[in-house]
């Protein structure tokens, strides 16, 4: 007697499989709207068919449902009920102060989960120098530029680039690629390089840092130059506030 299948596998490869992935994948944005509508209209259509009773003896089961049948609920959604307000979802308000650390912390949490009950003690943090506190909390004039493009003010004062030994692509039967995800196979790593450039070569990443001049002037004026290069950063008020941020890391460098 066969096995008995467990499951549907949804990635098993047959004729019909690949000719249903590529008709998907050929379809327009039009196309997908319109079997987006049709669906929600057949659904609708179903919700009018069921009577009062059948869609409250639904709903009153799905509210009582126990903690084991979460398992593939997902397959069984119904749009009308309100999952969000089952008691096993609502995990509360962070209005629990841990008695240690003054942490704030969900009902459910462990008690010792942020301190180890007054095991660990952090030191507070201190108020950054101006003018970063002044571009966090938006009391700096740069500051609304400056939150609308953090991450790139970021990447300006990394030191080393992220590399990884394989990177995995995805591709369209079309031969389109795309990236779904990042993903990567084999050891990450950070490569952080010399120093110094190479005779003739730019300054990346932790090489910036090591950039001089003729004065101190002068140095700083080519790491922000470099920096805004690198990251196309290009407008007065951006270079202004990566000035000032270099020149807060050179003179609060603790390794120095």
Do not use: W
Not at 17 to 22: A, D, E, G, T, V
Not at 62 to 77: G, I, M, N, T, V
Not at 216 to 236: I, K, M, Q, T
């Amino acid at each position: 007697m066969p096995t008995k299948c467990k499951g549907a596998n949804l990635n098993y490869n047959t004729s019909k499989s690949r000719s249903l992935r590529n008709r998907k994948s050929e379809r327009t944005e039009e196309q997908i709207q319109q079997q987006n509508t049709d669906a929600r209209v057949r659904m609708a259509q179903l919700r009018q068919e069921e009577s009062e009773d059948i869609r409250a003896e639904r709903n009153e089961v799905h509210r009582a449902f126990p903690s084991d049948s979460f398992l593939r609920l997902a397959f069984q959604y119904e749009p009308d009920i309100e999952y969000y307000a089952h008691s096993k979802v609502v995990i509360g308000a962070m209005d629990k102060e841990c008695p240690h650390c003054h942490a704030l912390k969900f009902k459910n949490e462990p008690a010792g989960m942020c301190c180890a009950s007054g095991k660990v003690q952090l030191p507070e943090i201190e108020t950054p120098s101006k003018p970063l506190n002044g571009l966090l909390i938006g009391t700096d004039p740069d500051s609304n530029v400056f939150l609308k493009s953090i991450r790139t003010f970021n990447s300006c004062f990394q030191m080393t680039s992220f590399g990884a030994s394989e990177i995995v692509r995805n591709t369209n039967t079309n031969g389109q690629q795309y990236n779904s995800t990042f993903k990567i196979r084999g050891q990450v790593y950070h490569k952080m390089g010399s120093l110094l450039p190479m005779p003739n070569g730019l300054h990346p990443f932790l090489q910036i840092y090591f950039m001089g001049g003729e004065d101190s002037g002068s140095a700083l004026a080519n790491r922000v130059n470099v920096r805004c290069d690198y990251n196309n950063l290009d407008s007065f008020y951006a270079r202004r506030t990566v000035s000032e941020l270099d020149a807060i890391l050179n003179e609060h460098n603790e390794l120095k």
